[in-house]
Nanobody, 124 residues
Framework: QVQLVESGGGLAQAGGSLRLSCATS????????MGWFRQAPGKEREYVSA????????YYANFVKGRFTISRDNDKNTVYLQMNSLKPEDTAVYYC?????????????????WGQGTQVTVSS
């Protein structure tokens, strides 16, 4: 069984930064992909970013390019999302996701495993 546990959410001011962490336990995600989705109140859950575990190649939604950085620590089986230049519209619950198979990184159906989510709130 695989567990994904997020941490690092909280309150930030516009222009500030937060770093989310996602610790994995159980089967590791080597050679496949992990990432982040988010869901704001009243909106659909949307793709934010993904990282290919084997080589660290990264992918981003257009609205976070240049502001967010995804990374992973192989030894700790942990993926991170560094969020800079935060905006009020970044307010959402952020979910860590993982997949044992490759697929379109921006589709929810690609991912087998989801964390419980961590709240990020950005004040103006």
């Amino acid at each position: 069984q695989v567990q994904l546990v997020e941490s690092g959410g909280g309150l930030a001011q516009a222009g500030g930064s937060l770093r989310l962490s996602c610790a994995t336990s159980g089967r590791t995600f080597r050679n496949v992909v992990m990432g982040w989705f988010r869901q704001a109140p009243g909106k659909e859950r949307e793709y934010v970013s993904a990282i290919r575990w084997s080589d660290g190649r990264t992918y981003y939604a257009n609205f976070v390019k240049g502001r967010f950085t995804i990374s992973r620590d192989n030894d700790k089986n942990t993926v991170y999302l560094q969020m800079n230049s935060l905006k009020p519209e970044d307010t959402a619950v952020y979910y860590c996701v993982g997949s044992h198979t490759s697929g379109p990184y921006d589709l929810r159906s690609t991912y087998n495993y989801w964390g419980q989510g961590t709240q990020v709130t950005v004040s103006s």
